[in-house]
């Protein structure tokens, strides 16, 4: 691939890549039919407690953000072009199956809604906090570092009785010629802003398994993480190519009596499908929120049940959190 492409043609290889590895209509922005049930959002959820640890069972749930339509619900990008290097106020609202926008929502992890925006090659990464206009516009500050093609991804749950959880997923622009790096080898430590994080454990298609992610700074490990979102540590997993969204939950939470502030995070997740996952892992510590990403292998070279070593985020663009 030659350098300086520019995002219309990468843009169509990647659709034509996508529809070929996961199904044609899932790589890019399917609209469906509000008659369609409404999705999990990618969301793993407990179900109960099991033996031993206090850690929650959980169900498998589909993965999210492939569609801009879901459920009667859509993600409709006021903004769908930013340049790049610019803190750009990025605008957008869900709307129902009757067009109207969304005001009213259920607080999940702390929040109403969750927006998180990846680079296509998964090389950056953006949890964003938007606020809500009344009339149901969410709108935030975004600085995105250089061209390409990225992925915008809403979380959340509609205030309505019965609602499940549904994650969204559109595309956003940065115009400009550059190049995809390519996704880091596995590797089980990620090092971040002198912070090193270590992954155990790994995902398995179509079954449960257990992330360990032990946190540790200039050598010692780190033993009083700070809440963030809810929790000690708040996961994102993204499939490469298509950037299927699995978010999932931690076993624990502060002041349940029985989950430590580290310098252990544990999850439990299922990946959807074989393939290779990036991990974003974000946790609070001294006052400041840092992330720390990984490249997992699910399915591959070790048989359906396990997975390979998470990679390391060296290189990585930024920490990935703003306000």
């Known amino acids: ?44 959820e407990k179900k109960g407690a099991t033996e031993g640890g206090g850690h929650g069972r959980h169900r498998t749930a589909p993965a999210g953000g492939l569609q ?34 969304v005001t009213a929502y259920e607080r999940e992890h702390g929040k109403e809604l969750h927006f998180i925006v990846v680079s296509r090659d998964l090389t950056v990464y953006r949890h964003l906090h938007p606020t809500r206009a009344a009339d149901g516009t969410w709108s935030t500050s975004a600085g995105l570092p250089a061209a390409g093609d990225y992925r915008a991804f809403a979380d959340f749950k509609p205030a309505k009785k019965g609602a499940a959880g549904v994650t969204l997923g559109a595309d956003l622009a940065v115009p400009g010629k550059y190049t995809p790096a390519p996704l880091p080898a596995p590797d089980a430590t990620a090092e971040v802003d002198g912070y090193e994080v270590t992954l155990t454990g790994g995902l398995r298609p179509g079954r449960s398994g257990e992330l360990r992610l ?30 299927a969204y699995l978010h999932v939950h931690p076993n624990g939470e502060p002041g349940d009596g029985a989950t430590k502030p580290g310098p252990e995070i544990s999850f439990t997740a299922t990946a959807p499908s074989p393939g290779t996952y990036r991990l974003f892992l974000e946790f609070r510590h001294e006052g400041g929120v840092r992330t720390a990403a990984f490249t997992v292998e699910a399915g591959k070279g070790k048989g359906a049940g396990d997975a390979e070593p998470a990679a390391d985020q060296h290189g ?4 990935g959190h703003e306000h």
Do not use: C, W
């Open 316 to 319: 990585q663009e930024a920490p």
């Open 68 to 101: 801009i339509s879901e459920g009667g619900y859509t993600l409709a990008l006021e903004t769908p072009r930013v340049a790049a290097g610019d803190r750009t106020k990025l605008r957008f609202s869900i709307q129902d199956e009757n067009g109207r926008k």
């Open 214 to 243: 032990n946190v540790a700074k200039d050598g010692k490990p780190v033993t009083d993480l700070q809440p963030h979102l809810g929790a000690y540590g708040h996961l994102v997993a993204l499939r490469s190519g298509d950037l």
């Open 1 to 44: 691939m030659n350098t300086g492409l520019k995002i219309s043609a990468f843009a169509a290889a990647l659709a034509a890549t996508f529809g070929t590895a996961y199904g044609v209509g899932q790589g890019v922005d399917p609209v469906v039919g509000g008659e369609q049930p409404a999705a999990h959002g990618g969301h793993e």
